[in-house]
Structures are given as C-alpha cells and as structure tokens.
C-alpha cells in the first residue's frame, strides 16, 4: 500500500491507493494457467508466441468504507486493453479508470484481457483507488 495521493477525478478529494501487483493468475488461449507478479514485462510474465491472456486477481473489501467512499480501478497498460470485469460482470472504463460496484466483504476478482502489443512494455499496472465522499 501506498500514503494517500491527490485523486485527479475528485477534485479537492483525497484517493487511498491500493496497488494490485500479484499474484495474477494469467491464461493464455494456449497452455497452462501461470502466475504472475506485476508489473513486468510481457515476454517475461508468458514469453513468446502468446498474443492474448486474461489476468485475474482476487482481492478483499477494503477497510473502513464508510458512506458515500467511492472506489475506482484504474488499470495502465500500453497493450490493447480488450475488457474488464469485477466479479463477472463487465466494468465500464472512462479511460482508463471504472468506478467499481459495492464490494463483496467475502471476497472479489478482477478479470482483464489483453491483447499484445510490445513485448518490451510492462503487461499491466492496476490499483484501487479510495476516495472519501
């Protein structure tokens, strides 16, 4: 985790970040499921010859949500960003950020598919962001 950081999509708000770097379960339409620990590069996390993986990471509620607390994913990545999901249904990304559904207190997953673009660009860098209402 990481100290509070200014929320450019809440001005006057602060944002609570919460990095998301592994593991990742990443599968390939070829081979077997792998974990993954990001960010890192593409050819290390799955080395060559795969073109599109699907990353999924579990992750628990947050602390101390209280109400009106916003929380956004903001996903980065200079591969081809095909979808995301929370929990199985489809998040919709203004850019690269989704304000997120309430969480489950049991758990949660965040599912991304991404299609390759270069190699040498780290394969995805996402975090929750927190921010008081």
């Known amino acids: 985790m990481s100290p509070p950081e200014s929320d450019a999509g809440a001005p006057g708000g602060a944002a609570h970040v919460i990095r998301l770097r592994g593991p990742w379960q990443a599968v390939a339409a070829s081979g077997p499921p792998l974990r993954a620990k990001l960010p890192c590069g593409w050819r290390d996390a799955f080395g060559e010859g795969v073109d599109q993986v699907r990353l999924s990471r579990r992750f628990n509620q947050p602390t101390s949500l209280g109400p009106g607390t916003r929380v956004l994913v903001r996903l980065s990545t200079a591969h081809t960003l095909v979808g995301a999901q929370l929990n199985g249904g ?13 969480l489950q207190e049991g758990g949660n997953e965040l599912t991304v598919t991404l299609l390759r673009g270069q190699a040498e660009d780290p394969v995805l860098e996402a975090q929750l962001e927190i921010i008081s209402g």
């Open 90 to 102: 489809p998040l919709s990304l203004d850019g690269s950020a989704a304000e997120l559904p309430p």
